[in-house]
Antibody, heavy 122, light 108 residues
Framework: QVTLRESGPALVKPTQTLTLTCTFSGFSLSTSAMCVSWVRQAPGKALEWLALIDWDDDKWFSSSLKTRLTISKDTPANEVVLTLANMDPVDTATYYC??????????????WGQGTLVTVSS | SAVLTQPPSMSVAPGQTARITCGGYDVGSKSVHWYQHKAGQAPVLVIYADRDRPSGIPERFSGSISGNTATLTISRVEAGDEADFYCQLWDTSTDEAVFGGGTKLTVL
C-alpha cells in the first residue's frame, strides 16, 4: 500500500524559507520510473506543480519558481524534502507530495498525500 | 510553459453524461492525465495516458483525444462525482508538469 505524508510548519513569516518533508512508504525511490512530485493549491485556485525528483536523482522545477525551489531525497529513509525560499503571502497554499510514475512526457501522479496547509503571514 | 484551457464549471443532472474538455498547446501529441479532486480530500487519478483507467476507477470514466483537445467523459453521472477535475501533461519544451485551470463539476 502506497502512502505519503507531508510535514512542516503550518505558519511561516514573509521572506523565510519553507522546508517541507514528504515521508512515504510502499515504494522505493531507488526503483526505475519512480519519482516524487510536489504540487500546491492556493485557496480557491487550481493545482500548481512545483517540482519533481526521480529515482536517478534528476530534478525538474516549475519554470516560474525554479529560482526559489530545491528538492532532495533520502532514499534509505524514504523521504523527499522541498524548500521554497523567500516566502510571500501569495505562497499560502496546501502543499501536496505525490508519487509520480513513468518516464519523460508519460509521467503521471498516481498517489497523493493528504496535503499540508502552509500560511504565510507576519 | 504550456497553457491548458478547461471550462471553469459545468452542471449536469444525475444519470446524464458530462464531457470536460482540455485544450491547448500540443495536447494531441502529449500524454494527458485527469484527476478528480473533492473538497477536503487528496486528488485522485481517474484517467492516464489519454484514455487508460487506473484500477478501481469505474468504467463510467473515460478519456479521449481529438486534435488538440482532450476530453474526460463521465457517463451516468452520480452525486458522488461532484468535484473539481484537472487535466495535466508534461511540457517537453520546458520540462515541467502543467495542470489545467480545473473544471468544477456540479451534479444538479
Amino acid at each position: 500500500q502506497v502512502t505519503l505524508r507531508e510535514s512542516g510548519p503550518a505558519l511561516v513569516k514573509p521572506t523565510q524559507t519553507l522546508t517541507l518533508t514528504c515521508t512515504f512508504s510502499g515504494f522505493s525511490l531507488s526503483t526505475s520510473a519512480m519519482c516524487v512530485s510536489w504540487v500546491r493549491q492556493a485557496p480557491g485556485k487550481a493545482l500548481e506543480w512545483l517540482a519533481l525528483i526521480d529515482w536517478d536523482d534528476d530534478k525538474w522545477f516549475s519554470s516560474s519558481l525554479k529560482t526559489r525551489l530545491t528538492i532532495s531525497k533520502d532514499t534509505p529513509a524514504n523521504e523527499v524534502v522541498l524548500t521554497l525560499a523567500n516566502m510571500d503571502p501569495v505562497d499560502t497554499a496546501t502543499y501536496y507530495c505525490a508519487r509520480t510514475l513513468g518516464y519523460g512526457s508519460e509521467r503521471r501522479i498516481d498517489h497523493w498525500g493528504q496535503g499540508t496547509l502552509v500560511t504565510v503571514s507576519s | 510553459s504550456a497553457v491548458l484551457t478547461q471550462p471553469p464549471s459545468m452542471s449536469v443532472a444525475p444519470g446524464q453524461t458530462a464531457r470536460i474538455t482540455c485544450g491547448g498547446y500540443d495536447v494531441g501529441s502529449k500524454s494527458v492525465h485527469w484527476y478528480q479532486h473533492k473538497a477536503g480530500q487528496a486528488p485522485v487519478l481517474v484517467i492516464y495516458a489519454d484514455r487508460d483507467r487506473p484500477s478501481g476507477i469505474p468504467e463510467r470514466f473515460s478519456g479521449s483525444i481529438s486534435g488538440n483537445t482532450a476530453t474526460l467523459t463521465i457517463s451516468r453521472v452520480e452525486a458522488g462525482d461532484e468535484a473539481d477535475f484537472y487535466c495535466q501533461l508534461w511540457d517537453t519544451s520546458t520540462d515541467e508538469a502543467v495542470f489545467g485551470g480545473g473544471t468544477k463539476l456540479t451534479v444538479l
